[in-house]
């Protein structure tokens, strides 16, 4: 079993920026891939970024540039650096290993960017 603890949301203003962080502990596969998604209210769960064990990194285009993942495979974390926040990237951002067939999720951390 896999748990997965986030942390670093809250309240920002525009333009402003976050760190968001995934702890991961339990029984982890040495060949995974960490996610973040996120979900705004009223909307369905989306995908923002990812990055595998072995480095490989994904992004929504529409993210590109504003925000960055990385992760310490040695602390097993996982983390999102959000900068130039807008409005719209209110929503609670979830932390998602995949190990084969298997997903995990977080509970989640609320972020809210508003002035």
């Known amino acids: 079993q896999v748990q997965l603890v986030e942390s670093g949301g809250g309240l920002v203003q525009p333009g402003g920026s976050l760190r968001l962080s995934c702890a991961a502990s339990?029984?982890?596969?040495?060949?995974?891939?960490m996610a973040w998604y996120r979900q705004a209210p009223g909307k369905q769960r989306e995908f923002v970024a990812s990055?595998?064990?072995?480095?490989?990194?994904t992004y929504v285009d529409s993210m590109k540039g504003r925000f960055r993942i990385s992760r310490d495979n040695a602390k097993d974390t996982m983390y999102l650096q959000m900068n130039s926040l807008k409005p719209e990237d209110t929503a609670v951002y979830y932390c998602?290993?995949?190990?084969?067939?298997?997903?995990?999720w977080g509970q989640g951390t609320q972020v809210i960017v508003s002035s």
């Open positions: 339990g029984s982890i596969s040495s060949l995974n891939v």
């Open positions: 990055i595998a064990s072995v480095g490989t990194i």
């Open positions: 998602n290993l995949r190990t084969g067939q298997v997903d995990y």
